[in-house]
């Protein structure tokens, strides 16, 4: 099928904390819409089935609960009701933006995806209800090619959106389409949480997401095009993800992913709004995802001393119980093993080896989690890599467990350098990168220079291990990770 998503750069609110009346609210969120409507027309002249537009797209961010308001349509989210609003407006007040997306995708008969706020009156015996009567919610729209109303998605993980609420229970949302079968949505920050993304994606046997995003890249390991193609592949599913265009605030990347191919966009030196429009394959359940495979493996994962022959190593490693790292034992006995250091990667602290000369075994532990490379540089550059391990609870700009094993280009020479936010770099590196990751849920990230991906050739399970590996990329390598998730220590 055809799909399109579109990275818009937002008309914004100079004032957002500031009170105005539902008039002018209208009038700045009409600019944006006159852009979607050009872009809903250009999608269907290539072809498109359907299109997503971003999160915060239409109406902007930084707002308090109150001076949002006005910016909000009525939304009943209720199944019951079949309606029509380019067709049915006089039905409820206050859906003018609801009206505008309905006769965009019906005028172009295109499936719809956007963004806005919305605001649902509650009763004070509702024990969730806020002081002030209203519900106010994060709310993710699905218009079909006729501009019928088919599904609307409250967001559930916020990100310091105090302007909203969490809803009362998680929504597990999709529709129907007569070229892909079942499309989901999830908004944002719930792409980092098991409730509801991971869920929908399990309960319901997704194939196709819908994903509106306001996403602030953050390198190495949370670049928004980095982790979209992460995602796709674990779970082995098309992703059509739109993000907002801020170069200032570090928000840019979006695309059209598949298991096995990619059609992005990453800009942070240009303004204005992408486009993308992708033909791409309708994922079937014909073969076994991923993460299948992954649950089956993490049941035996415990095991109380493993010898890891399969795997090339000098070293046998063991892990003993309550041991905190493998015990090592060199076979050529009084090898000088790389210095370990810490060093702050994204907020957390993350132990360190160097990744020296030309080809190499590495490894290093934190906590449960042992990380091992095994490494050949095509070509020497005097650039410094290491080998990073975090097993922990992160906790800055939310709180989520998180373990993971990552390969990065530091920022310069020295060791406090590694972590840091890098955009470019030269070295082609073959390697095998594996770890004993506690949770089945494994996003394996491969970042090249200039912020382009490329896919491993390899990766799954082995021997308790979960593995990736990759001879020569495309590029300079700037990142290649195993990211895990470990949700029941959230």
């Known amino acids: 099928y ?72 009525f939304v009943l989210h209720s199944h ?14 206050d859906t003018e933006v609801l009206q505008r997306l309905s006769c965009m995708a019906l005028k ?50 916020l990100y310091f959106e105090y302007a ?63 982790f979209q193609q992460a995602f796709a592949t674990a779970f082995n599913i098309n992703i059509l993800a739109a993000n907002i265009h801020h170069p200032t605030l570090g928000m840019t990347g979006s695309g059209i992913y598949t298991p096995v191919k990619s059609f992005t966009y990453h800009n942070m030196e240009s303004y204005g709004g992408k486009l993308i429009v992708a033909e791409i394959p309708v994922v079937t359940t014909e073969y076994e995802t991923n993460l299948d495979i992954n649950e089956r493996f993490s049941e035996n994962l415990r095991h109380s001393c493993k010898t890891v022959t399969s795997i090339p190593l000098d070293d046998q490693v063991c892990f003993k119980e309550g041991e905190e790292t493998p015990s090592r034992v060199s076979e050529k006995g009084n090898e000088q093993l790389p210095p370990q250091f810490y060093a702050e990667m994204m907020y957390d602290n993350f132990t360190f080896v160097p990744v020296w000369g030309e080809k190499g075994e590495l490894q290093v532990c934190a906590n449960t989690l042992c990380c091992y490379l095994n490494y050949q540089k095509a070509v020497l550059t005097d650039e410094l890599y290491a080998l990073g391990v975090f097993d922990g609870l992160h906790t800055v700009h939310g709180t989520y467990y998180v373990q993971a094993c990552a390969l990065v280009k530091c920022g310069g020479l020295s060791f406090s350098t590694c972590g840091q936010e890098v955009t470019d770099a030269t070295a082609l590196i073959d390697f095998q990168l594996w770890g004993n990751i506690s949770t089945p849920y494994i996003f394996p990230l491969l970042l090249t220079s200039g912020i382009t991906l490329d896919f491993a050739d390899h990766r799954g399970w082995k021997n308790n291990h979960y593995f990736m590996s990759k001879n020569r990329t495309s590029s300079g390598l700037l990142t290649a990770a195993l990211y895990g998730r470990w949700w029941k220590k959230d």
């Open 108 to 157: 172009n008969k295109i499936f719809l995806v956007a963004n806005l706020g919305t605001k649902q009156p509650c009763e004070q015996a509702d024990p969730h209800c806020p002081s002030d009567g209203r519900y106010q919610f994060n709310t993710n729209v699905a218009f079909n090619d006729d501009g019928m109303l088919v599904a609307t998605y409250r967001k559930h993980n």
């Open 164 to 226: 909203f609420d969490t809803p009362p229970e998680p929504d597990y949302k999709f529709f129907d389409t007569p070229f892909a079968g079942k499309f989901g949505m999830f908004t944002c920050f719930d792409i980092l949480f098991f409730e509801p993304a991971v869920n929908l994606i399990k309960q319901y046997n997704l194939k196709q997401i819908a994903y509106p995003t306001a996403w602030m890249n953050q390198l190495p390991l949370l670049s928004a095009v980095e």
């Open 2 to 73: 055809v799909a399109a998503v579109y990275e818009h750069e937002s008309i914004l609110s100079p004032t957002p904390a500031a009170l105005v009346d539902r008039q002018s609210a209208l009038e700045l969120m009409g600019r944006n819409l006159d852009i979607y409507e050009q872009q809903a027309v250009a999608a269907a002249r290539q072809g498109a089935q359907i299109i997503v537009f971003p999160e915060d797209g239409i109406h902007g961010f930084n707002f308090t609960r109150s001076s949002i308001y006005p910016y909000l349509d």
């Open 80 to 93: 019951s009701v079949k309606w029509n609003p380019c067709r049915e407006p006089y039905l409820f007040n």
